[in-house]
């Protein structure tokens, strides 16, 4: 997702983006676990992804010869999902996430996976999403559970599943919030790198990075990221510690360690005297 969100953060996504080979398998496979979900999910009829990336995510809702379409702020990732997902159908464009460029009902399906926490006024995407869709269609939203989240300074408003749910029904008749959680060892995983971040953040015990600009701490998070991941989740990456997509699951029993909130959206609501598709 990059830095260069910074410059417009209030109209566009701000975060790390999920690289192959480079974020923990634990991660991917999250992200991965969404996407299955979300495919389990889909009928007929065109989908769009926002906030796609470099679009290896997006490129499994091609399944069934389905027709997807990909859209994400960012010049460099959406040439890499040009020329690596191109060839396969994914159409990708490049568009702002509360200002997408297109039509009033193009779609009868939407993803919006781990985005709605980058932004500052999170209504804008939704009410978006809610937009381009169709009368009968359905958007799926994947964001981090507020208290099992870890702090990112990217993640800009989290989510606990009552306020998700208040949000989307407000754009959307049928609204229903789950869970996507992993298996107790897993769990356990993410728990053990957390605490090794926690131990590196006691460092900064005068809480600098609470108190230089919000700008600088990003930046200086975007640098040390890839050096964390290095330090603190060595072997994590690459396929060596065995954590897959399977290792996650959908509940309905949602509490405070639930890692991911999974909910589905249908049948947006219309501005009165706004035209139906």
Same mark, same amino acid.
């Given at each position: 997702?990059?830095?260069?969100?910074?410059?417009?953060? %209030?109209?566009?996504?701000?975060?790390?983006?999920?690289?192959?080979? =480079?974020?923990?398998?634990?991660?991917?496979?999250?992200?991965?676990?969404?996407?299955?979900?979300?495919?389990?999910?889909?009928?007929?009829?065109?989908?769009?992804?926002?906030?796609?990336?470099?679009?290896?995510e997006s490129a499994r809702l091609l399944a069934e010869h389905r027709e997807v379409v990909g859209a994400d702020y960012s010049p460099e990732a959406v040439t890499t999902a040009r020329r690596?997902? %191109?060839?396969?159908? !994914?159409?990708?464009?490049?568009?702002?996430?509360?200002?997408?460029?297109?039509?009033?009902?193009?779609?009868?399906?939407?993803?919006?996976?781990?985005?709605?926490?980058?932004?500052?006024?999170?209504?804008?995407? =939704?009410?978006?999403?809610?937009?381009?869709?169709?009368?009968? %269609?359905?958007?799926? $939203?994947?964001?981090?559970?507020?208290?099992?989240? $870890?702090?990112?300074?990217?993640?800009?408003?989290?989510?606990?599943?009552?306020?998700?749910?208040?949000?989307?029904?407000?754009?959307?008749?049928?609204?229903? =919030?789950?869970?996507?959680?992993?298996?107790?060892? #897993?769990?356990?995983?993410?728990?053990?790198?957390?605490?090794?971040?926690?131990? =590196? !953040?006691?460092?900064?015990?005068?809480?600098? +990075?609470?108190?230089?600009?919000?700008?600088?701490? #990003?930046?200086?998070?975007?640098?040390?990221?890839?050096?964390?991941?290095?330090?603190?989740? +060595?072997?994590?990456?690459?396929?060596?510690?065995?954590?897959?997509?399977?290792?996650?699951?959908?509940?309905?029993?949602?509490?405070?360690?639930?890692?991911?909130?999974?909910?589905?959206?249908?049948?947006? +609501?219309?501005?009165?005297?706004?035209?139906?598709?």
């Open positions: 997702m990059g830095t260069a969100a910074e410059e417009h953060p %209030g109209r566009r996504l701000t975060g790390e983006r999920p690289m192959e080979g =480079v974020t923990p398998d634990s991660l991917l496979a999250l992200h991965a676990a969404g996407y299955r979900t979300v495919l389990e999910r889909l009928g007929g009829g065109t989908v769009l992804d926002v906030g796609c990336g470099q679009g290896f690596r997902w %191109g060839p396969g159908g !994914l159409r990708v464009a490049q568009m702002d996430a509360l200002a997408l460029g297109f039509a009033t009902g193009s779609f009868a399906w939407a993803c919006s996976s781990h985005l709605i926490e980058h932004f500052e006024e999170p209504e804008g995407h =939704v009410g978006e999403l809610a937009r381009v869709l169709a009368a009968d %269609g359905t958007a799926f $939203f994947l964001t981090p559970n507020a208290p099992a989240d $870890f702090e990112n300074p990217f993640h800009i408003h989290l989510f606990e599943p009552d306020e998700l749910r208040t949000l989307l029904g407000r754009h959307f008749h049928d609204v229903r =919030v789950q869970g996507l959680d992993a298996v107790p060892q #897993v769990k356990a995983d993410f728990a053990a790198r957390r605490e090794k971040a926690q131990k =590196v !953040l006691r460092l900064d015990v005068f809480d600098l +990075r609470h108190r230089i600009p919000r700008s600088w701490y #990003v930046g200086a998070y975007t640098r040390l990221l890839p050096v964390a991941y290095r330090l603190i989740a +060595r072997g994590d990456a690459g396929g060596a510690t065995g954590i897959t997509a399977d290792d996650f699951s959908v509940t309905d029993e949602l509490d405070r360690t639930t890692m991911v909130l999974f909910a589905t959206a249908a049948r947006p +609501r219309r501005p009165a005297g706004e035209a139906r598709c």
